[in-house]
């Protein structure tokens, strides 16, 4: 059975999490959400620190003692806040109409938990930022490039806030995981009736064309009408001005076709385009 995965992480994006995943749910036609809020090994006990010739063995005795119960304490506090998050993320997609909703409190890494759970999922959705993001300097998420990355079906990432989507944006630069995208969007009801802008970062060169050609005809055999640009520049700089001076609403594209270490060292186009542009993005791996 289909259904969709919202990690849910107590920030400010918890809510535009839960609208996000209302909108997908509603024109995939899902109605099975699982909410997953994950207790990472932060969030539970700590390995007692190395006391020994320190103190006295009575008061290394009892100091160990208090650790424990402080850990113990934490450890409890941070399954009732995770419960709080998951009840408040639930209040709000049954007030968009989901029912079938199954929370999920987890302990552990998690990639491990996505990796468990994505199987059969439609779709991920995670906020674009997390509790520990630098709003400021526009960091992203900690964890957002570990979950694309890991992740074996779309991921959704959300904007700080919601509102209605009416067109979007497919950043296309013939990679393999850009062809992945627009195949998806041809072939799943998520854009049906939506309007379409399909473009390329670059010079007008005729493989350029070519390419451009073959994904036009793939969106229109799905009935999508598709308006076509070709833009020379710096790909994020470019797409991000697209997004602002046509209005998109909803940015699509492949991510992260080269490995973490060149991304190391050149830095990553996927990256610098989600952080730079203000609406939610749907990444295909």
């Not at 520990?132 to 992740?151: I, P, Q, T, W, Y």
């Not at 670059?202 to 451009?212: F, H, I, M, Q, W």
């Not at 996927?270 to 791996?285: F, K, Q, S, V």
Request: charged residues 25%; positive net charge.
């Amino acid at each position: 059975m289909s259904k969709i995965i919202a990690l849910i992480d107590g920030s400010v994006y918890s809510q535009s999490i839960s609208d996000h995943t209302a909108w997908a749910a509603s024109r995939l036609g899902t109605k099975d959400v699982e909410l997953v809020h994950v207790l990472g090994r932060r969030d539970g006990p700590n390995a007692p620190a190395d006391l020994s010739g320190s103190f006295s063995a009575g008061m290394r005795e009892e100091l160990l003692k208090e650790l424990s119960e402080l850990d113990e304490l934490n450890a409890k506090a941070a399954q009732k806040r995770g419960r709080l998050i998951l009840e408040e993320a639930q209040g709000a997609l049954k007030a968009k109409g989901i029912e079938a909703i199954a929370p999920k409190l987890r302990h552990g890494d998690l990639m491990e938990t996505v990796a468990d759970l994505e199987v059969g999922a439609d779709m991920l959705v995670i906020g674009k930022r997390g509790e520990a993001a630098d709003f400021a300097k526009m960091h992203l998420g900690s964890n957002l490039e570990r979950v694309v990355r890991s992740s074996h079906v779309p991921v959704l990432i959300a904007s700080r806030a919601f509102k209605p989507i009416k067109r979007f944006l497919i950043a296309f630069d013939g990679q393999r995981t850009a062809l992945k995208a627009v195949d998806y969007v041809a072939r799943t009801p998520l854009f049906a009736g939506l309007e379409c802008h399909l473009l390329t970062v670059g010079d007008r060169t005729p493989a350029v064309e070519r390419n451009l050609d073959n994904a036009k005809a793939l969106l229109k055999g799905g009935n999508l009408k598709v308006s076509v640009d070709v833009i020379p520049g710096q790909p994020y700089q470019v797409v991000a001005k697209y997004v602002e001076d046509v209005g998109i609403d909803l940015l699509v594209m492949g991510a992260y076709s080269h490995s973490r270490l060149r991304s190391l060292f050149i830095g990553s186009t996927t990256t610098e385009t989600i952080r730079n542009c203000l609406i939610p993005a749907l990444i295909y791996r």
